[in-house]
């Protein structure tokens, strides 16, 4: 559904994004990270047809997302990253505008979304809190039932509650089929949404894996608390153990070799043994060199 072949765009300042090679299936739910200015919002606005690139192409249905801009984006739903309105205009009458600018009438969805996320459009919208706007914002993006969504950080300034609502609609728009790029600092979105994650630094592609892949590569951290701390001497060399007090070890094993670490540390006195497992947000920054989230 979604094709990107050695995509470039280079702003003044050098940066930019850089020959991006990328597909994205019919029905597939794709996240899309990196830090602040690694090339996310340029990538989508190549995908929006805004932004014409340097070479290379991208297409979305087999049609070419700037010389085709106004035909897919019949079909298409975008969250852009900073939300900004008409502040004149109330939430009802923007909806209606971008109705218009559709050409659809059927505003069933419309209603059924407004109830979903309790939103009152009926005021200014200069009166509307971050967060409402953010919910007129994910209205107009998934009212017209797109095929194609482009979400560029969906849930920013909406409460947990929503946050939660949200992501519940992204899985039900996966059961049905339909074709997601969403970036994210919210990595729980990603895990509870996404089948695979694109990892983009300084505008580079540096990582293409399934969620499942990722979650292989997940590190299992045991904290020891040793009756005799002089015993840690007794693990095995292939571990790694970090001292964190005068009792307390911090180890990592990496995961399906947990069994194989139990029976490893049978031999020493142990107080307590607590465990935590390595979170997606982790093995993102180690793609960036660094071992911990800060």
């Known amino acids: 559904m979604i094709n990107v072949s050695n995509l470039s765009f280079s702003y003044p300042n050098n940066r930019g994004i850089f020959n991006l090679n990328f597909t994205v299936s019919p029905g597939e739910v794709v996240g899309y990270l990196g830090p602040n200015g690694a090339g996310k919002t340029t990538t989508m606005r190549c995908l929006l047809g805004f932004t014409p ?56 969805r419309e209603k059924q979304l407004i109830e979903r996320f309790e939103l009152n459009p009926t005021g200014p919208i200069r009166r509307f809190s971050k967060g409402m706007k953010q919910k007129l914002g994910i209205i107009a993006a998934f009212m017209h039932d ?10 920013s300034g909406l409460d947990p509650l929503m946050q939660n609502r949200f992501i519940e609609m992204v899985q039900e728009e ?36 399934s969620i499942t892949k990722l979650k292989s590569l997940q590190k299992k951290v045991y904290l020891l608390n040793l009756s005799r701390p002089e015993e840690i001497t007794k693990l095995p060399k292939k571990y790694s153990a970090t001292r964190l007090d005068s009792t307390h070890y911090e180890v990592a094993v990496l995961g399906g070799k947990i069994n194989a670490f139990l029976k490893d540390i049978r031999l020493l006195k142990l107080d307590n043994l607590q465990s935590k497992v390595q979170s997606l947000e982790e093995i993102f920054l180690n793609y960036y060199g660094q071992n911990t989230a800060q």
Request: net charge negative; glycine share 6%; hydrophobic share 35%.
């Open 53 to 108: 690139p340097d070479k290379g192409t991208c297409q979305i249905n087999n049609l070419d997302c700037f010389l085709c801009a106004p035909q897919i984006q019949q079909n298409l739903g975008y969250i852009p990253g900073e939300i900004n309105f008409f502040d004149k205009m109330t939430g009802l009458g923007f909806l209606s505008l971008m109705h218009e600018l559709r050409g659809t009438k059927d505003r069933h």
């Open 146 to 155: 797109p095929a194609v969504l482009l979400l560029d950080e969906p849930t």
């Open 174 to 209: 996966k059961a049905r089929s339909k074709t997601i790029i969403m970036s994210s600092h919210q990595f729980d979105e990603v895990e509870k949404t996404s089948d695979r994650v694109l990892v983009i630094k300084d505008g580079h592609i540096v990582a293409d894996n």
